[in-house]
């Protein structure tokens, strides 16, 4: 499995094998990648973002909090019932997940 170097914790990347292009190859352990939110949730946030004229990148709200975090509070300050109440949601399977974007340093 080919993985990006800027997601892999730099504790574990001396034991990986890189590549010019900045990934590196890591063994497959039969393991599927959970992230904080579940994708389902994503991709209907995704699209009522897209409903309501907001940019989001998907992939980006598994990995960079900040980046998360503020698109949480941009389609919480929409006037869209749904978007409004689909953000709580995923803010709240952040914050269970152990992610706790709201508290940035």
């Known amino acids: 499995m ?8 730099a504790q574990s ?3 990986l094998e890189f590549f010019d292009d900045g990934v590196a ?3 497959d352990l039969g393991l599927s990648i959970a992230g ?12 009522l973002m897209q409903q309501a004229g907001l940019r989001l990148q998907p992939t980006r709200m598994l990995y960079d909090r900040l980046y998360a975090f503020e698109r ?24 269970r997940a152990g992610e706790w974007i709201a508290l940035m340093h």
């Open 2 to 9: 080919m993985i990006p170097l800027h997601l892999i914790p």
């Open 13 to 15: 990347r001396s034991s």
């Open 25 to 27: 190859e890591v063994q």
């Open 36 to 47: 904080p939110v579940d994708g389902v949730q994503l991709q209907a946030f995704q699209s």
């Open 72 to 95: 949480l509070a941009e389609a919480h300050a929409s006037g869209n019932q749904a978007l409004r109440e689909l953000a709580m949601q995923l803010f709240d399977s952040y914050q």
